[in-house]
């Protein structure tokens, strides 16, 4: 029963960490969504966008702004998402048109990986083992 309490120490020790790290964050994330209200509310002054002429729209430059970048992130996690399926898609393509490999040296399906078993590094030979098994 002595190791329990060292796993209890061990695991406070790091929900304590985390738990910093969390004040931090929202210290920090706090701070900086201060910065940005005062910010917007200093530059709230209209703003008029023009399209080639044929229309006009009139918002404070703060709704611009986000909209602006909002459009931006949108567009980006849009072009992020068609990037990955097009490259899910190659690989599961090339996956399919490659024949499986049979390698000797992972041994059957499903055993451990070599060199992973005890008395199984280099050196540790059946060549090596004497008939009675010792």
């Not at 929202?26 to 910010?39: D, E, K, M, Q, R």
């Not at 002429?53 to 986000?66: D, E, G, Q, T």
């Amino acid at each position: 029963m002595g190791g329990g309490g060292d796993s209890a120490a061990f695991f406070f020790a790091i929900r304590w960490h985390n738990c910093g790290m969390h004040i931090v964050r929202w210290i920090v994330g706090a701070t900086v969504f201060l910065a940005l209200l005062f910010l917007s509310l200093q530059n709230s002054d209209p703003a008029e966008l023009k399209f080639f002429n044929l229309a006009s729209f009139r918002a404070p430059l703060v709704v611009v702004v986000f909209v602006a970048f909002a459009l931006g992130v949108a567009i980006g996690l849009l072009t992020g998402a068609l990037r990955s399926a097009r490259l899910s898609r190659q690989l599961s393509r090339a996956r399919r048109e490659q024949p499986p490999r049979h390698d000797p040296t992972t041994g059957a399906a499903g055993g451990a990986a070599p060199g992973t078993t005890p008395a199984s590094g280099p050196g540790y030979g059946r060549s090596d083992r004497t008939r009675d098994g010792v």
